[in-house]
T-cell receptor
Framework: NAGVMQNPRHLVRRRGQEARLRCSPM?????VYWYRQLPEEGLKFMVY????????ESGMPKERFSAEFPKEGPSILRIQQVVRGDSAAYFC???????????FGPGTRLTVL | GESVGLHLPTLSVQEGDNSIINCAYS??????FIWYKQESGKGPQFIID?????DKRQGQRVTVLLNKTVKHLSLQIAATQPGDSAVYFC????????????FGAGTRLAVHP
């Protein structure tokens, strides 16, 4: 039973480019969460999605960031016009129900040059 | 603001000793708490959880204690092993909120042979 998968594991972008991060939840999980982690810090909640719906995006910057979880395919976190401050590890987690244990993926490490 | 936890201190222990990692939280409305272990380059891994109607829960070699009076959470690891070396995070979930987790900054545990 495969766990949460994220790709790419490492992503390098120049300032102004777009970054697309993908997350495939565990089989049978329909709830996805995105978190951001800066070095030597804890994870910060960004957004919570169910299939085709954004449930809570209170942690996501209003500009340049968007997330989706389509009916088919992985969840996508999209960052437009990246800046150096976007450099971080981005983790995806999934759960079976909205109140269940969250299982985390290995993360995508974004570096903005 | 709402926050959990610590700046990132380091706890150094000898192999075989017991370890105690502490966490302070500030949200009295939180109803669920989790401890995660994060190894370098990996995503957080669930260790143990506890609900707010309990004050102690035991797992294999780990015990979580919850003191709601002083808003304090601790993780005890018995007979610490080199494989326990990692960063440990506590996280809380607000009652009535969605399943988003609020993480502390973490504690680095270094186990010496």
């Amino acid at each position: 039973n495969a766990g949460v998968m994220q790709n790419p594991r490492h992503l390098v972008r120049r300032r102004g480019q777009e970054a697309r991060l993908r997350c495939s939840p565990m089989k049978g999980h329909s709830h996805v969460y995105w978190y951001r982690q800066l070095p030597e810090e804890g994870l910060k909640f960004m957004v919570y999605l169910q299939k085709e719906n954004i449930i809570d995006e209170s942690g996501m910057p209003k500009e340049r960031f968007s997330a989706e979880f389509p009916k088919e395919g992985p969840s996508i976190l999209r960052i437009q016009q990246v800046v150096r401050g976007d450099s971080a590890a981005y983790f995806c987690a999934s759960s079976q129900q909205g109140n269940n244990e969250q299982f985390f993926g290995p993360g995508t490490r974004l570096t903005v040059l | 603001g709402e926050s959990v936890g610590l700046h990132l201190p380091t706890l150094s222990v000898q192999e075989g000793d017991n370890s105690i990692i502490n966490c302070a939280y500030s949200n009295s409305a939180s109803d669920y708490f989790i401890w995660y272990k994060q190894e370098s380059g990996k995503g957080p891994q669930f260790i143990i959880d506890i609900r707010s109607n309990m004050d102690k829960r035991q797992g294999q070699r780990v015990t979580v204690l919850l003191n709601k009076t002083v808003k304090h959470l601790s993780l005890q690891i018995a007979a610490t092993q080199p494989g326990d070396s990692a960063v440990y995070f506590c996280a809380e979930r607000l009652s009535g909120g969605y399943n988003k987790l609020i993480f502390g900054a973490g504690t680095r545990l270094a186990v010496h042979p």
